[in-house]
């Protein structure tokens, strides 16, 4: 899986060594309210292997987010499809320590030319809780449209997206 850079970012595949900042993230109360709720280190554990997993199964995978200048661990961005998934999806969740800056729009962008450019991708779809108003705002800057409302896990969500141009 490839290392992208982007102005501010790189965004590389995840590590072990990446497992203290990613539990922190995830064990975030804000950070988890869109994402199913809050891990514990155990899963946050799980969660970091089935990312790293899913590199090994399908080939790409969600990347670490770091920033270029000093090298701090962000987030994480990057496609995505589970077995049973409703589409090839770009997804992202960034440290609370990290939102308004940009980053996530600028990573999902990168994400995304990755999906068609080297995946060769048709679709791209990007699932979204209805509430998530700052997520919708990131799909809409990337160029994402409400394609069809889904249900993921149990839980509602609206599935943006875009297809190739």
Request: aromatic share 10%; net charge negative.
């Amino acid at each position: 899986m490839e290392i992208l850079e982007t102005e501010r970012l790189v965004l590389r595949p995840f590590t072990g060594d990446d497992f203290a900042d990613y539990a922190a993230m995830l064990a975030d109360p804000e950070v988890g309210r869109f994402l199913g709720g809050t891990l514990s280190a155990e899963d946050a554990w799980r969660n970091l292997a089935m990312v790293i997993g899913h590199r090994v199964i399908r080939g790409y995978s969600m990347w670490a987010l770091v920033e270029k200048d000093g090298g701090r661990f962000v987030g994480r961005a990057g496609p995505w499809r589970p077995h049973g998934w409703p589409g090839l999806e770009v997804g992202w969740a960034l440290a609370r320590s990290a939102w308004g800056r940009g980053y996530a729009t600028e990573a999902a962008r990168a994400a995304v030319d990755y999906c068609f450019d080297v995946l060769g991708a048709e679709e791209v779809v990007s699932l979204i809780r209805p509430d998530n108003v700052a997520s919708l705002r990131v799909a809409e800057r990337i160029g994402h449209r409400h394609l069809r409302d889904a249900e993921l896990m149990g839980t509602p969500c609206l599935v943006y997206g875009q297809v190739r141009a």
